[in-house]
């Protein structure tokens, strides 16, 4: 199984940049990094997913260095409904889908 | 359009009696998956079925849980003589198929989940 590991908690305040980094050492070359979000009482939902260098959609940013082990989910001006946990999961393509998410990262956004 | 749907939201049941947890997928997606999460942790992935083909059971706790998917539609997660360790939220998702796309992997869907408390 790819392994990955990310902080526990985060704390930040309304309007600031956040980057989450995540370490996923023994990556394959089929798998993808994925991202979820989830909100107290709420299954996870998609954010983003790449495959090397940079991803952006209207959410977040993916960074993904070229040895792609590890990845930073940066999430610009975040406001207090940022306030979740934020999973890093390598998504094993051969794997059929079957997602293995850790503990992730409690994000707290302050006023 | 509609999201997948799960039922009950919350069920109480005394330690030793069976309960059925149901999933409604997005119509139109052949994968489905049912984790388990327990208060704190991360989401453990129990089974997951992909259209006509054999569900992978492989992370299903113990010989009580099972669980069933008729065609590309409803699917119910039983859980037979319930324990006091199988209270967590049970979650459903679903896919427009398992694995991998063309350069990308499908995203999955979530539920809101019921949560099971055993007493």
């Known amino acids: 199984l790819a392994k990955t590991t990310q902080p526990i908690s985060m704390d930040s305040y309304e309007g600031q940049e956040v980057n989450i980094t995540c370490s996923h050492n023994n990556i394959a070359t089929n798998d993808y990094i994925t991202w979820y979000q989830q909100f107290p009482s709420q299954g996870p939902r998609f954010i983003i997913q790449g495959y090397k260098t940079k991803v952006t959609n209207e959410v977040a940013s993916l960074f993904i260095p070229a040895d792609r082990k590890s990845s930073t989910l940066s999430l610009p001006r975040v406001s207090l409904s940022d306030t979740a946990v934020y999973y890093c999961?390598?998504?094993?393509?051969?794997?059929?889908?079957?997602?293995?998410f850790g503990r992730g990262t409690q994000l707290t956004v302050w006023p | 359009g509609a999201g997948v749907s799960q039922s009950p939201s919350n069920k109480v049941t005394e330690k030793g009696k069976d309960v059925e947890l149901r999933c409604d997928p997005i119509s139109g997606h052949t994968a489905l998956y049912w984790y388990r999460q327990r208060l704190g942790q991360g989401l453990e992935f129990l089974i997951y079925?992909?259209?006509?083909?054999?569900?992978?059971k492989s992370g299903l706790p113990s010989d009580r849980f099972s669980a069933e998917r008729t065609g590309e539609s409803v699917s119910t997660l039983t859980i037979q003589r319930t324990q006091q360790e199988d209270s967590a939220v049970y979650l459903c998702a679903s896919s427009p198929r398992a694995g991998l796309g063309l350069g990308f992997s499908y995203e999955q869907y979530f539920g809101p989940g019921t949560r099971l408390t055993v007493t």
């Open positions: 999961l390598v998504d094993r393509g051969s794997t059929l889908g079957r997602l293995y």
């Open positions: 079925f992909q259209g006509n083909s054999a569900p992978d």
